[in-house]
């Protein structure tokens, strides 16, 4: 029985993104009725998630697509009933496959995947930016080439007015980081990488806080805010 704090909120993250058994998501559901802290621990992470759904525009099936189903499964065409409601995460079948240790850029990956189907320029990279205190995402870098990111945020940051928040990148084989910029909460931003390294799976990067006008010595001197590493996902 899950029932430290930690394991509740592994158990609701799995059960959000749907990664459990099929047995272990109906043991999660009859213990909901019962299980305060395990419904306050689910609905957390709903509102951590939800946001990122936001980042793909919704793409409308063509009229034909139902018919090409039951065409392909034999079945003739009947009338069809209107599908129960279901909570929002349980509509992206792909997730049940997901491995529980990447659980937050799986999820990212998963959303951009179904939804951006007719993307022109496929993502390369992708990097979810995570608070170091509790792991929720507030940033995604997103790449369809090796020469650009760009940063997208999940929501707005507060910053103090004598504060600013610094972009950094390291690869695995660099002696330091290097800026990218500064940036202003809540902002997009393409940023060019013409005078870095390609980029490269598991490197690194992160927006720390910085005194107005960034850092003074070309290093982070700042508080991390959000941090994270690239996948390769094409």
Known sequence: MNTTPHDLDELASEYVLGTLAAEQRAAVERRLGQDADLRAA?????????????????????????????????HARRPLARPPTV????????????????????LVLATLLLTRTAAINPMTYVVVLVAPQNQAPGWVIQASNTREIRLIPLGVMEVPTDKTLQFWTKGEDWQAPVSLGLVKPGQTLSIPLDRLPPLAPNQLFELTLENAGGS??????????????????I
């Open 42 to 74: 689910v609905d957390a992470w709903e509102q951590r998630l939800l946001p990122l759904t936001d980042l793909a525009d919704p793409v409308r099936p063509g009229a034909d697509l139902w018919p090409r189903i039951e065409h392909s499964l034999g």
């Open 87 to 106: 909570s929002w995460w349980n509509r992206l079948a792909v997730w049940r496959g997901l491995a529980g240790s990447s659980l937050v850029a799986s």
């Open 216 to 233: 003074t010595t070309g290093k982070p001197t700042g508080p991390i805010q959000a941090i994270g590493r690239a996948v390769k996902v």
